[in-house]
C-alpha cells in the first residue's frame, strides 16, 4: 500500500523514520514523490594533463607509492602520489587508516573526485576508488541524487526505494492504454521507476517526458475549457467608457507609447461591452503596474470592484502604497485596501466585510484573497501581477469569487510569442514593448570574492552621490554546510565596510510583515541607504534612487531569476550597477554569467540560458521558483511536447466534451482535483 507509513519499509528504523518526517516524508508515496534534483553521470576518464581545477573529474593511475600516514598534521592524512602517461598528482584521505592495504604502490585504479590545487601540486581529496571494470560499468549508469539531510545518504533512498519496486506498488494511471500508446508515452509507474532507478539516460529522459507530458495536459485541458466558456461568455458586459485622458492627468509622468496603446486597447474593449482578458508581457521596469492602476480607477467609476493580487507582501505593501498616494494626490475618492496573510484579525474582519458589502472597491493582496470565507459583493475585474508566480488553481479560485470578471495578468517571464499561445490559449497578448524614455542600459561586472572590497568601494562611491543600494545573499542564516553567503553573517561585512559612513538594513522572507514594512519604508524614502537583503525583493520591487546591486553567489541564481533581481536598479533616468559575484569561478559557472553580464535583454537570456542547459541539466531543484509552476515540464524546452498534449487536450474535449466516457473517468478525477485542490 502506497499509503502505508516509511516504518513499513525494510530497513527503516524510528530514527530514520523520524529525518524523513523532518522532511514531511510520512508514507511510502511521499517518498515516491519526492523526486532527485539532479543526476550524477560519472564522466569520461582524462588524462591528467588536462585536469581542471574544480572540475569533479575521474582518472586511471598507476600507484607511485604505497600509500603513507602523514605525521605532523592534526587530522590522520593518507597520503600516495599516482600518475600516467601524461603527468602526476596527490591522492589524499582524511581518517582512512584502512585504505593502506588498497593504496599499493604499482596498483592501476581509477580515482574519481574534485581536482585542487595546492602548492603547485595537483590533488584529488578523498575521491572515490574503482577498478576500471566497475569504473566503465558505473559510466553506464545514472546515479540519482536527492535532496539531503544529515543522516539520509543517497544509498539509503535509492534502497528504499527499491524496497517500494519490489512489492509492485499500485501507481494510480489516469490515462486510457490507447492514449498512451497513440502518444508513445509509458505508464505512470513505470516512469516513476525511470525517474528514481534510471538503468541508462535514455530510461530518464523517457520517464521524465511522461511526466511532463502529463503536467502540460492537463495545463491544457484547462485552457481549453477556458477557452470554450469564455468564447460562450463574450459580448455582454455592461459597456464602460474609456478614462485615459484623465487618468493621464493625474499622473507624475507621462505613458510610454506602449503604455498609452494598451490603456487605449483596454478603452476599446470595455466601451465595446466585451469582456477583457489580456496577458500582459513587458520586461522588468517597462512599467506594467500602471495598467492595474489604471483598471481598477475605471472599474470603479462604474462602482465596480477590482482585486490585484501578488506574489509577496513586501510587492502588496508597495502597490498599495503606490496607488494611495495617487489617488490622494488628485483627490481621487475610491476606498481601497491591503490584504494580506499577516493583516490582523480586526483589519481582515473589515475588509472581507467591506468587500462583502461593496464599500470596499479596490482591493491588493497575496494569496490572502483567495481565501475560503472571503466574497466580493461585484468583482469584475482582476489583475495577476507577476502570474508565472501562480498557479493555475490559484487563477481559478480568485476568479471563482467573481461572475466572469475582466482579467489581466502581468509577467516579466521572456516567452517566444509561439509558447504564450500554448500557455495562454485565447487569452490575447499584450506587449509592453518599450521602456520608459530616459532609461540608460545598467552597467553589469562579473567580480570574483577576492575583489569584494574593490565592489565595496565602488558602491560607497554611489552611495556618496546620493544613492542607494542593494546588496543579495542567498541564504538568510550561515549554514556551516555549504560556503554560501547568509545576510546574518553578512552583516559584519558591512559594519567594518560602511559602519560609520552609511545605514543598512536587512530584509528577509522569515521578518515579520510588520517588520519587512517598516524596513521596505525605511529604504524607500532614503532613511536606509543599504539594503541586504535575500531574494524577497526579487520580484517586484521599486525604489528609484536605487543604483547600484551585488549579488553574492550569483551562480547559485538562474539566470531569469538573476534577471529579475537586476530589474530593481535601473528604475529611473539614472546610470545604474549591477556587480555579479561568483564564488564557483569554474569554466561553467563563468559562462552562464557572462551571458547576464553581456546582456540587459530578458528574451535574449532565456534564449542562450536555454541553449547552454543540455538536455540533462534539469533545474527539479529550484521547481518552486521555476516558471509557470510546473515541477517536470519546462515549456521553452519542451515545446513540441507542449503541442502535442495542447493537441491531446482539444481532441479529447472535442470526443467528450463532458468527459462522460468511462475510460476518461481517471482523466476527469484528476482534473477536478486539480482544480479545486487548496493552494
Ligand atoms: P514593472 O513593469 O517592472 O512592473 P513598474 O510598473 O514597477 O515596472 O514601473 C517601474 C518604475 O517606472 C516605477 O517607478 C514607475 O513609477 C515608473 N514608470 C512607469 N511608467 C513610467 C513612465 N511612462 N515614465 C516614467 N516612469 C514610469
Ligand atoms: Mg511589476
Given at each position: 500500500m502506497l499509503q502505508d507509513a516509511v516504518e513499513r519499509i525494510k530497513g527503516v528504523g524510528e530514527k530514520t523514520a523520524a529525518l524523513f518526517h523532518k522532511m514531511n516524508i510520512y508514507t511510502k508515496e511521499d517518498l515516491l514523490e519526492d523526486f532527485p534534483i539532479s543526476y550524477l553521470q560519472y564522466p569520461k576518464l582524462c588524462p591528467i594533463s588536462e585536469a581542471r581545477e574544480k572540475e569533479w573529474m575521474a582518472f586511471s593511475l598507476v600507484l607511485l607509492e604505497d600509500a603513507r600516514v602523514l605525521r605532523n598534521t592534526k587530522l590522520s592524512m593518507l597520503q600516495c602520489s599516482a600518475a600516467d602517461e601524461s603527468g602526476k598528482l596527490l591522492i589524499q584521505y582524511f581518517?582512512?587508516?584502512?585504505?593502506l592495504k588498497t593504496l599499493k604502490k604499482g596498483r592501476k585504479l581509477v580515482f574519481f573526485g574534485q581536482v585542487k590545487s595546492f602548492r603547485g601540486h595537483l590533488i584529488l581529496q578523498q575521491p572515490k576508488i574503482f577498478s576500471l571494470e566497475e569504473y566503465e560499468e558505473k559510466r553506464k549508469s545514472l546515479e540519482p541524487i536527492y535532496s539531503l539531510r544529515?543522516?539520509?545518504g543517497n544509498a539509503l533512498r535509492r534502497k528504499c526505494i527499491q524496497e517500494i519496486f519490489k512489492e509492485e506498488p499500485k501507481i494510480l494511471e489516469s490515462f486510457p492504454r490507447d492514449f498512451l500508446e497513440k502518444e508513445g508515452l509509458c505508464n505512470k509507474k513505470q516512469a516513476m521507476e525511470y525517474l528514481h532507478l534510471p538503468k541508462r539516460e535514455e530510461e530518464r529522459q523517457e520517464g521524465l517526458k511522461r511526466l511532463a507530458f502529463e503536467e502540460l495536459f492537463y495545463y491544457s485541458l484547462f485552457l481549453e475549457k477556458e477557452e470554450r466558456d469564455f468564447l460562450s461568455l463574450s459580448g455582454n458586459e455592461e459597456k464602460i467608457p474609456g478614462k485615459r485622458e484623465e487618468f493621464q492627468k493625474g499622473l507624475p509622468f507621462s505613458l510610454t507609447k506602449a503604455q498609452s496603446e494598451a490603456l487605449e486597447e483596454m478603452d476599446r474593449v470595455f466601451s465595446q461591452g466585451e469582456r477583457l482578458l489580456r496577458f500582459v508581457q513587458g520586461d522588468?521596469?517597462?512599467?506594467?503596474t500602471i495598467l492595474a492602476f489604471y483598471v481598477l480607477f475605471l472599474m470603479a467609476s462604474k462602482g465596480f470592484q477590482t482585486a490585484i493580487m501578488v506574489p509577496t507582501e513586501i510587492l502588496a505593501q508597495q502597490h498599495f502604497q503606490k496607488l494611495q498616494k495617487l489617488l490622494e494626490e488628485n483627490q481621487w475618492e475610491i476606498p481601497i485596501a491591503l490584504l494580506i496573510g499577516s493583516s490582523s484579525k480586526k483589519e481582515k474582519e473589515r475588509i472581507y466585510q467591506g468587500l462583502k458589502e461593496g464599500s470596499i472597491l479596490g482591493v491588493i493582496g497575496t494569496q490572502?484573497?483567495?481565501?475560503?470565507?472571503l466574497a466580493f459583493s461585484h468583482l469584475k475585474m482582476l489583475v495577476i501581477d507577476e502570474?508565472?508566480?501562480?498557479g493555475i488553481q490559484e487563477r481559478n479560485r480568485l476568479e471563482k469569487k467573481g461572475e466572469n470578471p475582466h482579467c489581466i495578468y502581468l509577467s516579466?517571464?521572456?516567452?517566444?510569442r509561439s509558447l504564450v499561445k500554448l500557455l495562454y490559449g485565447a487569452v490575447p497578448y499584450l506587449l509592453l514593448s518599450e521602456k520608459p524614455a530616459n532609461r540608460l542600459p545598467i552597467k553589469n561586472a562579473l567580480f570574483s570574492p577576492a575583489d569584494r572590497e574593490k565592489a565595496f568601494s565602488f558602491i560607497k562611491k554611489e552611495l556618496d552621490k546620493g544613492r542607494q543600494a542593494y546588496i543579495i545573499c542567498p541564504l538568510v542564516e550561515e549554514n556551516e554546510n555549504l560556503s554560501v553567503e547568509s545576510v546574518t553573517a553578512y552583516q559584519k561585512n558591512l559594519k567594518q565596510y560602511f559602519g560609520k559612513d552609511y545605514s543598512f538594513a536587512v530584509l528577509h522572507g522569515k521578518m515579520k510583515a510588520g517588520e519587512k514594512e517598516q524596513v521596505m519604508q525605511d529604504f524607500s524614502s532614503g532613511k536606509t541607504r543599504i539594503l541586504l537583503s535575500?531574494?524577497?525583493?526579487?520580484?517586484g520591487v521599486d525604489v528609484a534612487n536605487a543604483t547600484v546591486m551585488l549579488i553574492e553567489n550569483?551562480?547559485?541564481?538562474?539566470l531569469a531569476q538573476l534577471h529579475q533581481l537586476r530589474g530593481?536598479?535601473?528604475?529611473?533616468?539614472l546610470q545604474s550597477y549591477c556587480i555579479f559575484m561568483d564564488h564557483k569561478e569554474d569554466e561553467k559557472s563563468q559562462k552562464r554569467l557572462s551571458i547576464i553580464r553581456d546582456s540587459n535583454d530578458g528574451f535574449a537570456i532565456a534564449k542562450e540560458d536555454l541553449a547552454l542547459?543540455?538536455?540533462?541539466?534539469?533545474f527539479f531543484g529550484e521547481r518552486q521558483s521555476g516558471?509557470?509552476?510546473f515541477r517536470f515540464a519546462d515549456p521553452l524546452r519542451d515545446e513540441e511536447l507542449f503541442f502535442k498534449a495542447r493537441e491531446a487536450a482539444k481532441t479529447l474535449l472535442e470526443e467528450d466534451a463532458l468527459l462522460e466516457r468511462p475510460e476518461h473517468q481517471g482523466i476527469k478525477e484528476i482534473f477536478q482535483s486539480l482544480l479545486t485542490e487548496s493552494a
Open positions: 581518517h582512512a587508516s584502512y585504505l544529515k543522516g539520509l522588468v521596469g517597462s512599467g506594467k490572502a484573497l483567495i481565501q475560503e470565507g502570474q508565472h508566480r501562480f516579466a517571464t521572456p516567452i517566444p535575500t531574494t524577497v525583493v526579487e520580484v550569483a551562480e547559485r541564481f538562474g530593481r536598479v535601473g528604475r529611473s533616468e542547459r543540455g538536455p540533462g541539466d534539469l516558471p509557470l509552476q
